[in-house]
């Protein structure tokens, strides 16, 4: 049987490499895109709660929008901050971000002319557990990984992508109890599986993307949804009939269901006076 010895003394860790409890942290390599403008985390923090530090271990530094500035390696932000941004140099370095549990927003990636990421955040999202008050979580196309059962403890979280992150595995039911989601997508995530029929208490889900994903299941379980956007185009595992899945979803602009297993009369839509953009072929 291991033991763990715990002292009653005050101490303190010298090595920047060992992880603290209550630490996010991201390791970034070099953009290779020529376009590449900025690597960019933003946050929102809760009031009351504490502040914030991200701070910069290896070869990178804080710096402006425009990457023309040194403004060194750490940054304070305060408990009650509202989607402050903090850019980074194009390196080989970590970002430390502590106080997770404070975080409401998480957003973050590579900016580029043209794209948006570039997948040089490496980040396990086995990081995220007990993060209670997050909200909102952006990384799409970032080099996320691990199992997204490691959101299911994230029950306040309201919206949702981390499309574009082949590596990101696991079935679609960790999210079953995040009866807080209105924007939910996984599109580009071939590794993430499971029935969206385990989504069925998300009632104030708005946009759904699932598309190229490995899901499957009848589309009704959004009929009491009111859908602006929902794609699921390459998934042939997905079937339904079209006009129960849209019955409640009175401002449908969006929606792809090419390659699945969908059925019924596009007819039932006609009442969808904002849809604007339609795609069921090889259905």
């Known amino acids: 049987m291991a033991e763990t010895l715990v002292t009653q003394y ?18 970034i390599t070099p953009a290779q895109n020529t376009n590449v403008r900025y690597n960019l985390l933003e946050l929102s923090t809760k009031a009351g709660e504490g502040d914030v530090v ?13 990457r023309t500035a040194n403004l060194g390696t750490s940054k304070t932000i305060a408990a ?6 903090t850019y980074f140099s ?4 970590t970002v430390v971000v502590s106080n997770k549990y404070a975080i409401t927003a998480l957003i973050g990636g590579t900016g580029a ?13 086995e990081q995220l557990r007990g993060m209670s008050n997050l909200t909102n979580l952006q990384f799409h196309t970032s080099g ?10 994230l029950t306040n979280l309201e919206w949702l992508e981390l499309w574009s992150n082949p590596d990101l595995y696991g079935n679609i039911s960790a999210l079953a109890n995040c009866i807080n989601l209105q924007v939910l997508a996984f599109y580009y995530s071939s590794n993430v599986s499971g029935s969206i029929d385990t989504l069925i208490n998300l009632t104030n889900l708005y946009i759904v993307d699932m598309s190229l994903c490995n899901v499957s299941g009848n589309i009704s379980v959004f009929s009491n949804m009111n859908l602006t956007k929902f794609n699921s185009w ?11 899945c849209f019955k409640s979803s009175s401002t449908l602009f969006e929606t792809r269901l090419a390659s699945t297993q969908i059925s019924g009369s596009v007819n039932s839509l006609a009442n969808k006076t904002k849809l604007v953009r339609l795609v069921v072929n090889n259905t």
């Open 234 to 244: 390459g998934c042939p595992n997905i079937y339904g009939d079209i006009g129960e």
């Open 144 to 153: 996320f990984y691990g199992d997204i059962i490691s959101l299911s403890s």
């Open 54 to 66: 991200v701070s910069v271990i290896g070869n990178g530094y804080i710096t402006d929008a425009g």
């Open 10 to 27: 005050a101490g303190t860790v010298d090595n920047d490499n060992l992880p603290k409890l209550g630490e996010l942290r991201f390791s």
């Open 80 to 85: 009650g901050a509202e989607m402050e941004k």
């Open 90 to 93: 194009n390196g080989t370095f």
């Open 113 to 125: 002319s043209g794209s948006c990421n570039y997948k040089n955040w490496s980040f396990d999202i």
